[in-house]
């Protein structure tokens, strides 16, 4: 019971006073943008990472438009990924952003969508990068 309080205030702590919110522009070449929904409710989460040039992540902001434990999820996980390196960053479970928040069963799909928007992120850094690769320097 104690530590179902305790729980309870880590949910509301990020949902009352969410860390990181806002968005990267994804024109910045070091930004990588994961925009993932959750097929159980319809909510939506978008998470943009930047990177630096070591491949770590140094900033990184969310908007969420879904439910609390969404948002909380979302917020707790940018407090995570904050310095991981890419690698680091993609192995994220849903299940600790559950345990670290005490999402009950139901609503566990609610931190998976915040494993998959850092996934996402990754990808889409990853993929931008690649075609810098293959583009530069382009001959005309
Ligand atoms: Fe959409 Fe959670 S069901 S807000
Ligand atoms: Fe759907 Fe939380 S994301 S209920």
């Given at each position: 019971p104690a530590a179902r309080r305790l729980y309870h205030k880590n949910v509301m702590d990020h949902y009352n006073n969410p860390r990181n919110v806002g968005t990267l522009p994804q024109s910045d070449?070091?930004?990588g943008i994961g925009l993932v929904g959750a097929p159980a409710c319809g909510?939506?989460?978008?998470?943009?990472?930047?990177?630096d040039e070591n491949g770590v992540i140094e900033d990184v902001k969310f908007k969420t438009f879904g439910c609390g434990s969404a948002i909380a999820s979302s917020s707790y996980v940018t407090t995570l990924v904050k310095g991981m390196t890419l690698e680091e960053a993609s192995k994220i479970k849903n299940v600790e952003i559950a345990r670290e928040l005490c999402l009950p069963p139901v609503k566990l799909h609610c931190s998976m969508l915040a494993e998959d928007a850092v996934k996402s992120a990754?990808?889409?850094?990853?993929?931008k990068r690649l075609a810098r690769q293959n583009t530069a320097p382009a001959a005309s």
């Open positions: 070449p070091n930004v909510d939506v989460m978008r998470l943009a990472i930047r990177v990754v990808k889409n850094y990853q993929a």
